[in-house]
């Protein structure tokens, strides 16, 4: 028995293996130990070197419980983060939807009405949704006349109220424009046709959001108009309420027009508006006093149940500058004036509101009022005491953020009783959200913090009423400083969202060009998949700030989740090039003046993470989907005295129209004077002062970030390339194996129209191991084939069955048959054995379990008429089709071996003459030795051997044999093992061929294909159809897509090509097993290359 290749009698290999494995794990371990203390611990930059009156800064980052990043947290932006990677979400402005799904209880009602106008009304819903059953946006208007409709729809409001599970029940108002229509309300409502065109816009917007209900404020009607309300009211019910949707109206308790009894018939809610008992027209007063809404109660309840109404609730105020009309206010603009103006805040127990009277600068005496926790309690207790439906807010945004602590709460008198109400929650006021700025210019640091305010509460315990609230001390605003305005005539321009491997090297070109240098605000996700344009970008001299790393809207996140996506760009950035950054901007809001809490609170985070927000108020919204080269130049030019930084975008979308702009903005620019500088020099500082270098024991850690950002980064890219090229290479050599197999049917057909006389002597050689069942059957069917000059060799291996016994005893006097056996020594050995005793010229070796066609050997034999064909392959099928395995490997055998051999049959370039049906001239294998021991593919081994000895290899597609397939998957994976690795055995025999001249067809041909398409794709192959799957889902989709299909067009063209070579019938069914069967067999291949490479 010789040695096999590769064995070897030391251990050496396999412990090399084993340490590059420890090596790599250990690598991967502390890689991932360094990134996570990072995104874990906040650095300390001193901010002070950076404004201007350092002093006047205070120490902003002493609150140290800011610096925790929870794991849950940590997790959930990897979640996220994942999600962003495998569908490479880097088109920033696409926005996707949270589906529709059941809503949770709305009754009582815990409702508030929500607005687009006012961000604060974002920013609260998102902080006390948990509180709210139910939410009413101002987003259906009534525009004109005909019925149509103008829908305003905040998505992420209503991806917000859908994951959360509130009721949404939009209003359809006709406050348009900013103005109440009546007079067209009525005009729509008279016409009945119309009035049914409304009806059916309204059902179909429900329909397509999947909303709980409509909410109708028509207001300002003239009288006559009460009827047709009433008409339009009773059809509403009638389309909405069969399809379960909720119908409800909004009615001004004052409007005497309306009878509380019709409404009730058609609604299933009357939201009862009791405010504005004092007006902006009229005289100063109290917003809803407790005897205001108790006489209002009192009139809609005389002949409607009570639990048709839900009450709404003033969360505002007013304030009146004397003699003049009164303004809208919210409780944070009624707290902000208190503390400008230092005036006393009284609250009226009778009223139940605050009353506040100042002299503004221009000597004007004002007048305000405005409900705050303290009367919002007793007006939800009166509700809550007369049995309403529930309470609604008008609106979020605008109240006193206390009144959350008891919103939610079951407040009647026997509630109470039960559970008492902690008034102690109402003494302190948290914040107000409001902004106060010093200074000028587009760079912003939060100098102060609110802070809170406190007040003293009294309650009458009988009756539960809030009787006292004393304002002790104003809660603060937040304090900005803005600065980095320049006298000079000096731009910065800057650009968001990169790098992007298509634009942002042609910007740097153009930049370079025209000598400019700029500042880039990077995303993570975008810089670890272009970290080599990291480099470019400063190492050209510009300047790198952090855009977060998944650009998340941050008015919509949490502030660990905004931590995380600082650090992590921030050591990413680090990482790669040695330069921290302290210049930082927030995606999708670059205003220089945030306008309310929801925009300011992520600059507070970032201040507080060691960052400066720089803004911009030079924005020609070159983002924007079909925007022109030569708007946005124009709108550059336009915005020029609007301050100092412009903002770009080198990514997030398709930008070749900013690329065109941009050296005619730079033109323009440099012809007007201007300079261009980068933020640094705005701020009075240099490069190293904002981008300041990592040293001491940051520095080795994030070496090793480095390190592993690089090898990720060169890994994806490898991936992504090689899918592209893998597909390439697969679809060229299908083409390939189709036109040499056409050619090769064509030659073939030439050599049946001249057939040989050539008859030698054939010995029929079967080797045998435990094949008692069908030896037998075997060489009884082999005795029928139609060749005259032929004997049966049948070898037993020494098999430990009844396999020798039987032949033995089956063919005792039948010339035609010898029956022999030996020591067991291999399928090589016992094939040697028959070759020694074998008399014929050329020598058919077959498999005991393989039946041959009649005609098979006379049809192989044809193919030997010339003396330099060493060796025939014949054409294989599977002879036992009984489950889905065996039916892939017929469709294998067909579409892929036997294909396969008949296309390298054109080249002479067969890589194995098959165990089951081969051809051989005897004198051919005694100048080779025979087979040889040393591999598990004896039979591919062979053929190489003889390929060396300049024998010519054939396939005769005509002699068909049919085998028995493994009809288990262990059975499947062993056999695929062994001619795995026995494929590989044979390769690095002969590897000394691989691309040499000696034997081109070996050489340049069989070779590169055995290692190209057998060891080196498969072993990628998971991952490729990974990368398939996911790209799907990518900017990248109709690439991924439009490789794949035509792959898989062109393997099925080709392998209906195959089928009607072999006479068989290629089906739909085939056609769609073929999908299958590729896709799961690569899994299953890979598996076996692995193992074989690991052996």
């Excluded at 729809?153 to 424009?177: C, G």
């Excluded at 130049?633 to 609007?642: G, M, Y």
């Amino acid at each position: 028995m010789q040695k096999q290749v590769f064995q070897t009698q030391t251990v050496t290999r396999w412990k090399s293996f084993l340490w590059f494995i420890r090596i790599t794990i250990v690598f991967l371990l502390i890689g991932s130990a360094s990134i996570m203390l990072a995104l874990f611990s906040k650095r300390q930059y001193d901010l002070k070197v950076l404004t201007y009156n350092a002093n006047d800064l205070p120490d902003i980052n002493s609150d140290t419980t800011k610096n925790y990043v929870s794991t849950s947290e940590q997790q959930a932006f990897a979640d996220h983060l994942y999600q962003v990677r495998i569908n490479r979400m880097t088109s920033f402005y696409k926005h996707y939807p949270v589906l529709p799904q059941a809503v949770k209880k709305f009754l009582p009602v815990r409702a508030a009405f929500y607005v687009n106008w006012d961000k604060q009304s974002s920013f609260s819903l998102k902080q006390n949704i948990s509180k709210l059953n139910m939410v009413l946006p101002e987003w259906i208007f009534q525009t004109d006349t005909k019925g149509n409709l103008e829908i305003q729809v905040d998505t992420n409001a209503l991806n917000m109220l859908r994951k959360n599970k509130v009721a949404v029940i939009p209003m359809l108002t006709n406050n348009y424009k900013d103005r109440w229509n009546g007079d067209t309300t009525l005009l729509l409502l008279r016409n009945s046709p119309v009035r049914k065109l409304l009806i059916s816009h309204i059902k179909n917007i429900l329909d397509k959001y999947k909303f709980q209900g409509i909410n109708i404020d028509l207001e300002s009607l003239p009288v006559k108009a009460y009827p047709f309300l009433m008409d339009f009211s009773k059809e509403l019910y009638a389309s909405l309420h069969p399809a379960g949707y909720l119908t409800s109206v909004d009615v001004d308790p004052a409007d005497k027009q309306f009878s509380f009894k019709d409404l009730s018939e058609s609604y299933d809610l009357i939201f009862l508006m009791a405010y504005d008992e004092h007006y902006p027209e009229g005289d100063p007063g109290s917003i809803s006093s407790i005897r205001f809404i108790e006489n209002s109660l009192d009139n809609a309840l005389k002949d409607v149940p009570s639990d048709k109404f839900v009450l709404c609730v003033a969360g505002y105020g007013y304030d009146w500058p004397e003699g003049k009309t009164g303004t809208d206010i919210t409780y944070n603009d009624f707290v902000s004036i208190a503390n400008e103006h230092r005036a006393s805040v009284i609250f009226d127990d009778n009223q139940s509101d605050l009353t506040l009277k100042y002299t503004d600068e221009s000597s004007i005496r004002h007048e305000a009022h405005c409900n705050d926790a303290a009367g919002i309690f007793n007006i939800l207790r009166t509700s809550a005491d007369y049995s309403t439906a529930g309470v609604a807010l008008w609106y979020i945004g605008s109240e006193d953020e206390r009144i959350w602590d008891f919103y939610s709460l079951q407040l009647n008198t026997d509630s109470l009783i039960r559970h008492p109400f902690d008034y102690n929650k109402l003494k302190k006021i948290n914040s107000i959200y409001s902004i106060a700025y010093e200074g000028n210019g587009e760079i912003m640091e939060i100098m102060s913090e609110p802070k809170p305010g406190s007040v003293k509460i009294a309650y009458d315990a009988t009756d539960q009423m809030i009787t006292l609230e004393e304002y002790f001390s104003l809660p603060a605003s937040y304090l900005v400083k803005r600065y980095g305005i320049s006298t000079a005539q000096q731009i910065a321009i800057t650009f968001d969202d990169g790098p992007d491997q298509d634009f942002t090297p042609k910007i740097l070109d153009i930049l370079k060009e025209k000598q400019v240098p700029a500042t880039f605000f990077v995303t993570g996700i975008n810089s670890e998949n272009n970290i080599p344009l990291i480099r470019r970008i400063y190492r050209e001299g510009h300047e790198i700030g952090n855009h977060t790393f998944t650009h998340p809207n941050l008015e919509n996140t949490s502030d660990q989740r905004e931590r995380i996506e600082l650090r992590s760009t921030r050591l990413l950035i680090e990482s790669v090039i040695g330069h921290s950054t302290l210049l930082f901007r927030p995606p999708y809001n670059t205003d220089s003046e945030p306008a309310n809490i929801s925009q300011l609170r992520p600059l507070a985070v970032a201040n507080d993470e060691g960052f400066v927000c720089v803004a911009s108020s030079i924005d020609p919204n070159d983002w924007q989907e079909g925007v022109s080269a030569d708007t946005i130049e124009a709108r550059a030019i336009a915005q020029q005295h609007f301050g100092n930084i412009m903002l770009l975008h080198d990514a997030g979308g398709e930008r070749s129209q900013t690329l065109k702009a941009l050296p005619h903005i730079i033109d323009y620019y440099k012809k007007k004077g201007y300079q261009f500088v980068t933020v640094s020099a705005l701020m009075g500082k240099t490069r190293d002062e904002v981008m300041p270098f990592v040293q001491g024991k940051l520095a080795y850690t994030e070496s090793l970030d480095e390190t592993l950002f690089t090898v990720t980064f060169i890994w994806e890219h490898f991936l992504h390339g090689f899918f592209i090229i893998a597909i390439l290479l697969i679809v060229i050599r299908l083409k390939t194996i189709a036109f040499m197999a056409i050619m090769q049917h064509r030659k073939e057909k030439n050599q049946k129209n001249n057939p040989s006389e050539y008859r030698p002597a054939v010995s029929i050689i079967v080797p045998a191991y435990n094949e008692e069942v069908n030896a037998e059957q075997t060489v009884k069917h082999l005795l029928q084939t139609d060749y005259p000059h032929f004997e049966i060799i049948f070898i037993d291996d020494g098999s430990r069955d009844q396999t020798y016994l039987k032949v033995k005893a089956a063919f005792p006097d039948n010339p035609r048959v010898k029956v022999l056996t030996k020591t067991n020594g291999g399928k090589a050995s016992a094939l040697n054995f028959g070759i020694e005793k074998a008399s014929g010229e050329i020598l058919v070796c077959i498999d005991a379990d393989t039946l041959l066609a009649r005609d098979a050997v006379s049809k192989i034999i044809t193919f030997f008429a010339g003396s330099l064909t060493g060796g025939v392959a014949g054409n294989v099928r599977v002879g036992n089709t009984v489950n889905i395995l065996t039916h892939w490997q017929a469709l294998e055998y067909t579409t892929s071996q036997n294909f396969d051999r008949r296309a390298f049959d054109y080249l002479d370039a067969i890589s194995v003459i098959p165990g089951a049906i081969g051809a051989f001239r005897k004198e051919a294998l005694g100048k080779i030795g025979g087979f040889a021991t040393d591999t598990l593919a004896e039979d591919c081994d062979l053929t190489f051997r003889l390929h060396r000895e300049g024998y010519i290899i054939r396939s005769c597609n005509e002699a068909l044999a049919f085998t028995e397939a493994p009809e288990t998957l262990n059975m499947f994976l062993k056999q695929r093992f062994r001619w795995s690795f026995g494929m590989m055995q044979s390769f690095w025999k002969h590897r000394d061929l691989l691309f040499s001249f000696r034997k081109p067809n070996i050489g340049w041909v069989l070779l590169p294909n055995l290692l190209i398409f057998n060891f080196i794709i498969p072993l990628f192959s998971p991952m490729v159809d990974i990368m398939f799957i996911t790209g799907l889902f990518t900017r990248h989709a109709v690439t991924y897509a439009l490789f794949y299909f035509l792959y898989f067009i062109i393997d099925c063209i080709i392998s209906s090509f195959a089928y009607h070579f072999d006479h068989q019938k290629f089906t739909v069914k085939n056609a769609l097993s073929l999908f299958v069967q590729r896709f799961i067999y690569r899994q299953l291949l890979f598996y076996v290359l692995l193992k074989a490479y690991l052996k």
